[in-house]
């Protein structure tokens, strides 16, 4: 197949509260890299309702193109209505290599399009770059239970996809007045041609840090012995201001919710201090967490991995140790 007429790296952006979503503005970060190896355009594209402000952010953070879907029927995110207008962008200006997100709606959103353009999908990629030669996208993951990282190549079929996990890229330190190219499109879309409607949007109402936006993360493991030893992790968090983190066996013994799970099939975590309690540190779990500012463990067993994978080591109980450090703590 001829392939010239698809050119530029896109990046999906997610508006969030009137906001370009961080998980994007890293995107565009990498987007960038693989636009200058290749030579050709970046360009963001952006779909929903009283949105086209956010072009201006999305040049400083490095696009050269905004593709804009400004209507009242993308109000709300549904994978219907967004796929049609990506498809609509897609097949109109061919882009080469298209990323979004690996979060609810990336996920969603790329799986749709994958199957309608036809083409491939990388998931949950890590890591990016394009062949020298080529210029094909190469997009790598954790394969095999985290032992070996896959680098999947779409040679056969265009826009090359992926979804890339959040805190994995970094956002390019933004360019006050940077300008860009703004297209703005649009579909005809009848509110009758979609089947989902919003009925209701809920707004989540936990006071508590979230795990993905922490500064600092206490994850305790298996090593906590139960839901109720599992409470010392939750007082360390409190009297630190940070977030609860946990491994996965933590999370299928049902002592915290999934959103809690730190790892390779959980969520990618990059806090400026993250204490491994009672973890042992399977790979798994350190490759969402190896790039963490600051790593202290407090593992029993000496030989226990996670002291390869941390800064600072505590051999002990947790039983011990922890409650002592809420006490200093509270009182600092
Ligand atoms: P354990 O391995 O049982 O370790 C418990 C540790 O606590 C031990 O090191 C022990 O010495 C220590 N300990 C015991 N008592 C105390 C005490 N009183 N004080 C201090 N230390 C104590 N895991 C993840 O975490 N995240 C993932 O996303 C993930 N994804 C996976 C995907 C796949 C495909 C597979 C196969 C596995 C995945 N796992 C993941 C599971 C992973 O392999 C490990 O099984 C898991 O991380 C172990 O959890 P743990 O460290 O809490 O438990």
């Keep these: 197949m001829d392939f010239h007429d698809y050119q530029d790296v896109w990046v999906f952006i997610e508006e969030k509260d009137g906001a370009i979503a961080?998980?994007?503005l890293e995107l565009l970060g990498a987007g960038r890299g693989l636009a200058d190896k290749r030579g050709c355009n970046l360009a963001g594209i952006l779909i929903g309702e009283n949105i086209s402000h956010l072009a201006?952010?999305?040049?400083?953070?490095?696009?050269?193109i905004a593709y804009i879907y400004d209507q009242p029927i993308f109000k709300n995110y549904r994978t219907e209505s967004f796929m049609q207008a990506l498809l609509h962008c897609s097949n109109k200006y061919?882009?080469?290599?298209?990323?979004?997100?690996?979060?609810?709606?990336?996920?969603?959103?790329?799986?749709?399009?994958?199957?309608?353009?036809?083409?491939?999908?990388?998931?949950?990629?890590?890591?990016?770059?394009?062949?020298?030669?080529?210029?094909?996208?190469?997009?790598?993951?954790?394969?095999?239970?985290?032992?070996?990282?896959?680098?999947?190549?779409?040679?056969?079929?265009?826009?090359q996809m992926a979804t890339?996990?959040?805190?994995?890229?970094?956002?390019?330190?933004?360019?006050?007045?940077?300008?860009?190219?703004?297209?703005?499109?649009?579909?005809?879309?009848?509110?009758?041609?979609?089947?989902?409607?919003?009925?209701?949007?809920?707004?989540?109402?936990?006071?508590?840090?979230?795990?993905?936006?922490?500064?600092?993360?206490?994850?305790?493991?298996?090593?906590?012995?139960?839901?109720?030893?599992?409470q010392l992790i939750h007082k360390l968090a409190e009297s630190l201001g940070g977030a609860v983190g946990a491994s996965r066996d933590v999370v299928e013994a049902g002592w915290i919710e999934h959103a809690h799970q730190v790892g390779q099939t959980g969520v990618t975590v990059t806090p400026k201090i993250y204490f491994a309690i009672g973890i042992s540190g399977a790979i798994q779990h350190i490759v969402g967490m190896k790039n963490s500012g600051l790593i202290i463990a407090i593992n029993k067993?000496?030989?226990?991995?996670?002291?390869?994978?941390?800064?600072?080591?505590?051999v002990g109980d947790a039983f011990?140790?922890?409650?002592i450090l809420i006490e200093q703590f509270q009182q600092a």
Excluded at 183 to 200: A, G, Q, W
């Design 94 to 159: 061919k882009p080469e290599i298209i990323l979004y997100g690996a979060t609810s709606t990336g996920k969603d959103l790329a799986s749709a399009v994958a199957t309608d353009l036809p083409t491939g999908l990388t998931a949950d990629t890590t890591e990016l770059d394009v062949e020298e030669e080529t210029g094909l996208l190469l997009a790598s993951r954790p394969a095999f239970g985290g032992n070996i990282m896959a680098t999947i190549l779409c040679k056969k079929y265009r826009p």
């Design 22 to 24: 961080p998980v994007s």
């Design 56 to 64: 201006d952010t999305m040049f400083e953070y490095g696009a050269d």
């Design 164 to 230: 890339v996990r959040a805190k994995v890229m970094k956002a390019l330190t933004p360019q006050p007045g940077r300008k860009g190219k703004i297209i703005e499109e649009s579909i005809s879309l009848k509110e009758e041609d979609i089947r989902t409607k919003v009925l209701e949007i809920v707004k989540e109402t936990t006071k508590k840090v979230r795990i993905d936006e922490a500064d600092i993360i206490v994850a305790g493991g298996k090593g906590l012995g139960s839901a109720e030893g599992f």
């Design 301 to 314: 067993d000496p030989e226990a991995p996670i002291f390869e994978a941390c800064h600072y080591g505590i």
């Design 320 to 323: 011990e140790i922890v409650p």
